[in-house]
């Protein structure tokens, strides 16, 4: 990307995200729609200044039934979209087609479909504090943080792409997963189980998601005696 593309791209994106940050979602079309709940009282989601190629959420642009612990109360049955972009956790208004941003420090965790995520993390450490896909729930805990970013394609076209980033949490300390490597390293004593694992999944075409989780459990089994 030009220098000029990316500071119209950079000035674009800021200007929206501080008009985003100043428009609240109305008392009286929240009490109309007698829709109290704290959950429904967030800034608005505005669109994208630009248009662009791809979504900034983390799976497809539709929004998801899902559940949410905010402010340390459950609300079940949510429609919830990830802003991977922003990191914003959105919620659609009932009965409208407006969608409002959660406050992340009154999110705890939440669901989108089957898919399973906490609020969690520490800026101090090399897994920071964000919205992470819980991909294996165990004595260990595998997570993926999603991001997604933009880039100008031929000084052309605005798309968006996306980057994985994958951790384990292990004795409440945080790993950075990378390749198979970095689990030899936390589970040296399971090297060749790991290696066995993964070279079967592997050929069996599984995904990157897939496999680190399937390997996790086959540890975490081996580890127990349950195999």
């Known amino acids: 990307m030009a220098m ?41 989601v505005m669109d994208y200044p630009l248009p662009f190629k ?18 340390e109360k459950l609300y079940k049955g949510a429609m919830l979209n990830l802003d991977s972009y922003r990191g914003d956790l959105c919620v659609k208004l009932p009965g409208s087609g407006m969608a409002l941003v959660l406050d992340r420090n009154l999110v705890s965790c939440f669901t989108l479909g089957d898919k399973a995520f906490v609020h969690t993390g520490d800026d101090r450490s090399v897994m920071p504090e964000d919205y992470y896909q819980v991909l294996y729930d165990g004595k260990d805990q595998l997570l993926k943080k999603v991001e997604k970013r933009f880039f100008m394609k031929e000084g052309v076209s605005l798309e968006v792409y996306e980057k994985d980033r994958y951790y384990v949490v292990k ?57």
């Open 171 to 227: 004795d409440g300390k945080y790993y950075k997963l990378k390749k198979e490597k970095h689990l030899k390293r936390l589970y040296p004593h399971m090297r060749k189980t790991i290696y066995r694992t993964t070279s079967a999944l592997r050929r069996a075409h599984y995904d990157k998601d897939k496999i680190f989780a399937l390997v996790m459990e086959k540890i975490e089994k081996s580890q127990e005696g349950t195999l």
């Open 54 to 71: 791809g979504t900034v959420y983390v799976f497809s642009d539709d929004f998801i039934l899902g559940d949410v612990v905010y402010n």
């Open 4 to 44: 000029s593309d990316y500071k119209i791209v950079l000035l674009a994106l800021v200007l929206w995200s501080i008009a985003s940050g100043n428009i609240m979602a109305q008392d009286g079309q929240l009490e109309k729609l007698h829709l109290n709940a704290a959950l429904y009282r967030g800034p608005v």
